[in-house]
């Protein structure tokens, strides 16, 4: 492949700490580096990054593992520029680095970084490596000789400045375009990301700050932890708004999950996206009034909405016929340009799973399902700790998983769904239909003694439990929470469906799964929608 390659196999698929800092730190002093370097290698490290011929010297004199060496100088333009000079190169090389690094971004091109690096291999004899922000440098300075490029000054540049984070398709963009080595640096905080680096081709991985640098380490940590006590904090106020096929529940909720103020509006699902639109807009100023009234000052706004959404954008990916046109509406670019609020938009069932995991049931739970049952029925889990949203934002379509082959037509176009026979009115059918109104007297009248509701209440769990097992039997959960109003006041449900689980999952006793109603009750999905909300002030 080349020297580099020749010289410092050792280094492929390893760890290279920088071990650096700027002035006025607490650490600037070559011992202390050279302490970092040492404590680096011990951990494992196989190379060191390190700057500056006084601190090359020191950590040289502590470690044998190879030094890519680096000169840090201001220029005229007043900014700092890497290895500026072939006499800083032969500093550094003289202090104990094996490979030189320089700027070869388009500003350092700019400085004669790729004449330089020429003259480095040339009369040094030592590699030298190229540090770039953009595919198109890498490539001048792999024609040029180098004979390694890093990605060190990504984010860092005029042209870059934009990227804020470690990005694993830059490096794989970086394999494709240079022949030479890429070793991964600069914004990689974690070994997730390391790892992330070497599955694009990194050659080897540079890590600095995350590693070498207590004061930013901690202020991460000082930073998480403020940003959570401001989101809890009472004063945080968020819009939650539920987005339900019959009704549209809202609220403002505070950072603690205390419903401050709430209500309810029919929901105009069958007009359209524009209405329904146009609908929220007037749902979020109701808040937004109230909120002036009680002197409240909401920081964001969360909706739970049917259908399936991509939480990046705020836009519904897929929406069944519960809410004709909603496909496609860039729900959460309309609420941020109409209020100027940071908006978060959720599937009504995930933001379930999130209310519960911030104030309910699944505070401590790392692997728990939700279902929400009701006007049509849906699904939100989480699995080691996180909430699953699948590949394409469509995981936790558990209403729609096929309980009868063939059977009754679902709203989603197909047949035989489990909301087809766990929907509201599908329980209405089983009580025998002209009897009860709504589902809520069929819950009622069973409650009341009535033989033919409760009838309706067993074969609805039955049906029920057809689709639980197959989620169970799947995700193992921990924890099993219902909602939604078909679970509200409906005890004979509960015991219903642990009955006809038990003949229907596999090691059931050994598995202790936790079956509960949700104890958010009617208010579950606006809690909900405000915790996203919460989540997505930064």
């Not at 205390?258 to 105009?268: D, H, I, K, N, R």
């Not at 709203?411 to 209405?428: D, M, P, R, S, V």
């Amino acid at each position: 492949m080349g020297s580099f390659d020749k010289t410092y196999s050792a280094l492929r698929g390893r760890l290279v700490v920088s071990c650096q800092t700027g002035d006025n730190r607490a650490f600037r002093d070559a011992s202390c580096m050279a302490r970092f370097a040492r404590a680096a290698v011990a951990g494992g490290a196989a190379g060191i990054r390190a700057n500056g011929p006084e601190e090359i010297k020191a950590i040289r004199e502590a470690v044998s593992v190879p030094i890519i060496g680096i000169f840090k100088a201001t220029q005229d333009d007043g900014k700092i520029l890497i290895t500026s000079s072939f006499d800083a190169a032969q500093q550094v090389v003289a202090a104990g680095a094996n490979l030189v690094a320089l700027d070869c971004t388009a500003r350092g091109q700019g400085y004669g970084a790729l004449e330089r690096l020429r003259r480095i291999e040339a009369e040094l004899g030592v590699p030298v490596l190229a540090d770039i922000a953009t595919v198109e440098e890498a490539v001048r300075a792999a024609e040029a000789g180098a004979d390694a490029v890093l990605s060190t000054l990504r984010g860092y540049t005029r042209e870059t400045a934009t990227v804020r984070s470690f990005d694993a398709a830059f490096i794989a963009a970086l394999v494709r375009a240079v022949k030479v080595p890429v070793l991964a640096e600069g914004r990689i905080e974690s070994p997730q990301q390391a790892c992330e680096a070497l599955e694009a081709g990194a050659y080897a991985v540079i890590v600095g700050s995350a590693i070498t640098r207590p004061e930013t380490i901690t202020r991460r940590f000082v930073s998480a932890l403020q940003l959570r006590e401001r989101r809890h904090a009472p004063g945080h106020i968020s819009v939650g708004i539920d987005l339900g096929g019959t009704n549209t529940k809202y609220g403002l909720v505070s950072g603690g999950g205390e419903m401050l103020f709430q209500g309810a509006s029919p929901t105009p699902w069958k007009a359209g996206r524009e209405v329904l639109l146009a609908h929220l807009r007037q749902t979020v100023a109701v808040c937004l009034e109230e909120g002036r009234r009680r002197s409240l000052k909401p920081a964001a706004i969360g909706l739970a909405t049917a259908g399936w959404v991509d939480p990046s954008s705020g836009q519904v990916v897929y929406a069944t016929e519960n809410l004709p046109g909603w496909t496609g509406t860039p729900v959460g670019a309309t609420l941020r340009e109409a209020f100027g609020l940071p908006v978060a938009v959720e599937n009504d069932a995930n933001a379930l799973a999130v209310a519960e995991k911030s104030f309910g049931a699944a505070k401590s739970a790392a692997d728990f399902v939700c279902l929400t049952l009701g006007t049509g029925v849906g699904g939100g889990c989480y699995i080691g700790g996180r909430l699953n949203r699948g590949s394409h934002f469509f995981a936790n379509a558990l209403g729609h998983i096929p309980i009868v082959p063939e059977g009754r037509a679902c709203t989603c176009g197909l047949t035989g769904c489990l909301e087809a026979y766990t929907n509201a009115a599908a329980l209405l059918c089983y009580a025998s239909v002209g009897r009860f109104e709504t589902a809520e007297q069929v819950i009622a009248a069973a409650n009341g003694g009535d033989a033919v509701a409760q009838d309706a209440i067993r074969k609805y769990a039955r049906y029920l439990a057809i689709g639980c097992a197959a989620i169970v039997n799947t995700l193992d959960p921990e924890m099993l929470i219902l909602a939604g109003g078909l679970t509200q006041n409906n005890p004979l449900l509960l015991t219903s469906l642990v009955a006809e689980l038990e003949k229907r999952v596999t090691v059931w006793r050994e598995r202790k799964l936790e079956i509960r109603i949700s104890n958010l009750g009617y208010s579950a999905g606006v809690l909900g929608a405000a915790a996203l909300a919460t989540m997505a002030v930064a």
